[in-house]
């Protein structure tokens, strides 16, 4: 029995469960290894199961090794209700933040005697320190965002509007071997970078701007994610300021970054440096996030979140300071946690590359 299904039959007897049921894409993967967009887990004391409809069923029982595959006789929430009565269970778990109230009113409807009991958050935590077949295909992914990095500054001229660059990025990665881009791709430029999530729009670029690049790649199922400011000709006195305090606080916050430090705590490091420098009311996104089979997962380099950081856990270290009217800096590295310290898994170039006009 592998690791990650022996913590599901931990869950299972801490729980008094019968059974669990998975109605989350990037945990019946993670569990199961299958990569279809359409099923459910039940996983019992003793067996495991996956239900799927008929598009999916050659793809899940090659896919699923140690899953006995299940194909439905009408809809798969029948199969749901079927299964769990021929299998006499009454206490199962499910996944309160992901399903449906309407598929829960259904399954409540027809598992009459059958005690839905919601498996709050138990799961995702199984998926916070990744194991090395993880860590090498989150770190394929953020060696393709680097190319494209490379890749894109030579094609990053005035007059070019930021959704071209955008699409740019996307094929150029896509060529590479992505599956996809890991969110929608962020490029802001002049007074638009002042926007944390300003996603490419098709404002053309201008001589003196900012121009931040926010990109990442999925590998296999899993994300990449990271952060350049670029400049289109020289800056200015305070383009150097905030750009130079940007990556100051980035770094000082990756050299605390060690396991047994809370995740509050690096995230300090990086905000107590700019709101001493007078921007830290421009400062307020939290540090980072953890990335792996979704871009944003948990635990969170943020103020609130006192997670203690473990060996195998990857996030991203992204501090930014934004100034409404007039533009912003973030420089984003992707950081796997290792035991003497961290790795950056980001290696694209971190001082201000300013672009020929």
Not at 96 to 120: I, Q
Not at 272 to 294: C, K, P, Q, R, T
Request: glycine content about 8%.
């Amino acid at each position: 029995m592998n690791k990650r299904i022996e913590s599901i039959r931990e869950i299972l007897a801490v729980n008094k469960l019968d059974g669990l049921m998975i109605t989350k894409e990037q945990n019946w993967r993670y569990l199961s290894g299958f990569t279809g967009s359409s099923a459910v887990l039940i996983l019992t004391a003793n067996d495991n199961y996956l239900i799927t409809d008929f598009r999916y069923l050659e793809q899940a029982a090659a896919e699923a090794g140690g899953f006995q595959v299940i194909k439905p006789q009408a809809l798969v929430e029948a199969a749901v209700v079927d299964l769990v009565s021929r299998l006499g269970l009454k206490r199962i778990g499910f996944e309160d933040d992901n399903l449906t109230y309407r598929t829960y009113k259904t399954f409540k409807e027809k598992l009459s005697g059958v005690e839905l009991v919601p498996a709050h958050r138990q799961l995702e935590p199984l998926r916070w320190v990744k194991d090395l077949q993880e860590t090498e295909a989150i770190s394929k992914a953020a060696g393709i965002a680097d190319a494209a990095f490379d890749y894109i500054l030579d094609f990053i001229k005035p007059g070019v509007r930021e959704s071209e660059i955008a699409l740019e990025i996307d094929y150029y990665m896509r060529r590479k071997g992505a599956e996809k881009s890991a969110f929608d791709i962020i490029v802001a430029s002049g007074s638009r970078a002042a926007l944390p999530h300003g996603v490419a729009s098709d404002k053309e670029l201008q001589p003196g701007e900012f121009i931040v690049l926010d990109f990442g790649a999925v590998y296999t199922g899993y994300h990449s994610d990271m952060t350049r400011t670029v400049i289109l000709g020289k800056p200015d006195a305070k383009q150097r300021e905030i750009y130079r305090l940007v990556l100051q606080a980035q770094e000082r916050a990756i050299a605390v970054l060690k396991p047994g430090v809370k995740c509050s705590e690096v995230d300090l490091a990086a905000r107590d440096l700019i709101s001493v420098e007078g921007y830290g009311a421009n400062f307020g996104h939290g540090l980072g996030h953890s990335v792996g089979l979704e871009i944003h997962e948990k635990p969170s380099l943020a103020p609130r979140d006192d997670t203690v950081l473990e060996a195998g856990m990857v996030l991203t270290v992204e501090p930014g300071v934004y100034l409404s009217g007039w533009g912003g800096v973030r420089i984003e590295d992707l950081v796997l946690v290792t035991p003497g310290g961290c790795e950056i898994l980001s290696k694209s170039p971190k001082q201000l590359i300013e672009l020929q006009t």
